[in-house]
């Protein structure tokens, strides 16, 4: 920006098409070769020529635009100082509940030490400024994440700690040296999670890694080979192997019993072969190992498949953006003939429109005995315990979406003017904030009291004790998702039907919340297990 001043008649001068300035919270903008580019139109511009547009500015457009369009600012008001808050990478928000308790300087936290503080603050900064301008543009081109970011996230240590407090941490610099590996608790797991969802790119969130948080979990904790887990485990957390979990499908969802996929034992006792499909599978499109629930001779197993011959994968079209790379699979010892076959890594770009299928078809899944996970037939015990875990992870993206959603309508409702008054002027929209902010505090306040318990309890115990109120918890965060997202339509009006412009992060929101009250376990089952399991520890007597 240049440092020049002007008065404001020199401004007021600059009133026609071939000069048209005006002023925006004490800065001077030169649109003259705007106009025509103005995605407002230049009618508008026009009628602002010359004068202070602040009150119009404010009304339509969010700060972040200034931002983009610094090159347009060529100076600002002799002796007046720009009111504006800028936000720069790493900061908080300065909106009330824009943030958490535990992240407002008013308040205390009996929960959040130092490495947590520090590591928030790293996790800020590089989500600001690497993650959130990769996101939001894979997001809109439905691109799968580029190799890049996940080299970078490889590097500081954030794919070891997407999975969780555990041994894989020991050892690892995080953050550039932020803190250990061996000090990473439930509560920066936690704040990972939080800041990753400041990206605020639905299916983009997704396609980053969320497959590798759910599956890689199975392969270190039922291994049955420690050299073969360490290889598996090296290529994922170096970022040059992509692996997911592959459950779901047609005949199966919440109900995993039910799932039709076989592995049958070759004569020789060396292999399984595959045969089945499963859908739903988040990142599949361009993984290459799938953590995959199979039904073998007497029950339920669970072995890792490695994308090879007769392993198809096609893009499924969702509610959100093709970076999620959500997938359908066919594991078909005759496969489809004909379609280009394609290497994981030889593309990151699923097609839009009709064509944007890319499948790989090649032929005959034989899957090594030796890449069961857990014992034959005790697959249940594997897929069950990382449920948990990926539930509570699923509480902590939604409820900071959340918390994001109704930043936005605080925002807005306080800058937007309607008949002349601000919309926080109105009664009925200070009632719709207050039931967002309630329900964004009161998801936040109890996820934190359970990760509290997490931290104290073995991964056997949290099972045994924790698995009922995560239920809740995440049946009570989509829920409250579920009001949030209705409320903010109705705040941001028309401008939270379109995908670009102000209600952007509300549309996106609308579209895409029902992803996590289904996923994972839909919000009937989540609660029916929590009801379920309290009854358990009822007193047998009568009370
Ligand atoms: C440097 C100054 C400005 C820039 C860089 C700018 C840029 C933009 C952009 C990028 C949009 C697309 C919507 C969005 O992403 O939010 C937009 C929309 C719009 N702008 Fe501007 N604008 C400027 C000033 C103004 C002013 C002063 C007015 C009115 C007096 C105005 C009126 C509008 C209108 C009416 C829309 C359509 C908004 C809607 O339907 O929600 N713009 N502008």
Redesign the pocket.
Known sequence: MSHQTFTREEVAKNNTEDSLW?I?DSKV?D?TD?IDA????EF??K??AGAD?TE??YN???QE??QK?SS?CIGTISGETPKVIEHNPGDLSVVPYGEPTWLTPQFKSPYYKESHRKLQRAMRIFVDEEVYPVAQECEKDGKLIPQDLIDKMSKKGILHMRIGPGKHMHGVSLMDGVMKGEEFDYFHDLIVAQELVRANARGFQDGNMAGMTISLTAVLQFANNEEWKNKIAQEVFSGKKKICLAITEAFAGSDVAGIRTTAEKTPDGKHYIVNGTKKWITNGVFCDYFVTAVKTDKGLSVVLIERQEGVETEAIKTAYSPAAGTTFITFDKYGLLGLNPLSSGQTNEVDKGPSRIKMLTLHSVKVPVENLLGQENKGMHVILSNFNHERWMMVCSVNRMSRLVTEECLKWSNQRLVFGKKLTDQPTIRQKLAKMISHCEANQAWLENITYQMTLMPYSQQATHLAGPIGLLKMFATRSAHEIADEAVQIFGG?ALTR???GATIEMFHRTYKFDAILGGAEEILGDLGVRQALKNMPKSML
């Open positions: 005006f925006i903008y649109v705007f103005h995605p407002g139109g508008v511009l009628q602002v547009a119009a500015f339509l457009h969010r635009i200034l369009y347009l401008r670009t412009g102000m």
